[in-house]
């Protein structure tokens, strides 16, 4: 199952970033710049990348430290929204995805529907991790919510999985964690097909284990997944894995 139908021929989609300059209202936004000098740098950036060859793009508000552990001002989601209507506008063919950092899921979604980007980052969507803004709590209770709200189920939300710089506070198998984002966090991102919900977690315990058949099939055993069709021939000559 692809991630978005614009990748179903795509075996590994590449996601070009467009790391934003400190924008409007943060510590460094310099005095020199406006809104229409940073749009013109990222339509460059973007201008490479997809030159480059690059299956999608992300918008980012990287230079935006240090970042907010939750929801961001207005003025960072107005200036992201225009920014963002820009790119869709300017390459309408690759698919767009928002990251508002540290762990602004639900502006980011607003921000997707409002242009008509196709997926959304979220850094800590379901637990919680230590950074350094402190202790980041899982937001899939409040996002599902607001995109059901915003009848916006198109946006697809990629979740971190022990998201780079952060711990978790207490120690737990990369199988609970990966568990928990799918089947606790997006359930319905999978639309009820349990299938494709098996081959997610398929995927990110095989490169977790870098491919490794026999602990794959041990850590998806202990998860909440399992069920008989995972011992189950079909066609082949062996069971689902």
């Not at 021929?9 to 400190?22: D, E, F, R, S």
């Not at 809104?35 to 992300?58: N, P």
């Not at 899982?138 to 780079?164: M, S």
């Not at 490169?207 to 602990?215: E, K, L, N, V």
């Amino acid at each position: 199952m692809a991630l978005l139908p614009h990748w179903s021929n795509v075996a590994k989609p590449v996601i070009g970033m467009l790391h934003l300059p400190p924008l409007p209202g943060a510590p460094r936004f310099a005095a020199s710049a406006t809104i229409e000098l940073i749009r013109e740098g990222m339509i460059r950036d973007a201008d490479a990348l997809a030159s480059g060859g690059v299956d999608g793009l992300m918008l980012e508000n990287f230079g935006d430290v240090p970042f907010f552990p939750g929801r961001v001002p207005a003025h960072t989601v107005a200036a992201m929204t225009a920014l963002a209507g820009t790119v869709r506008e300017r390459f309408p063919e690759l698919p767009l995805g928002i990251n508002v950092l540290r762990n602004d899921g639900q502006s980011a979604l607003a921000i997707a529907a409002a242009v008509g980007a196709h997926f959304i980052r979220v850094n800590v969507l379901c637990g919680a991790r230590v950074a350094d803004q402190g202790i980041l709590q899982g937001i899939a209770h409040d996002l599902l919510r607001d995109r059901a709200h915003l009848r916006a189920q198109q946006v697809r939300i990629f979740a971190d999985v022990d998201v780079k710089h952060s711990a978790p506070l207490a120690a737990r198998s990369i199988v609970d964690e990966v568990d928990d984002t799918l089947y606790r966090g997006m359930a319905d991102d999978y639309g009820g097909d349990a299938s494709a919900a098996d081959q997610a977690l398929a995927n990110h315990l095989a490169w977790w284990c870098s491919g490794d058949a026999r602990r794959v099939d041990d850590l998806f055993r202990k998860s909440g997944l399992m069920r008989p069709k995972w011992d189950a021939k079909h066609n082949g000559d062996g069971p689902t894995a």
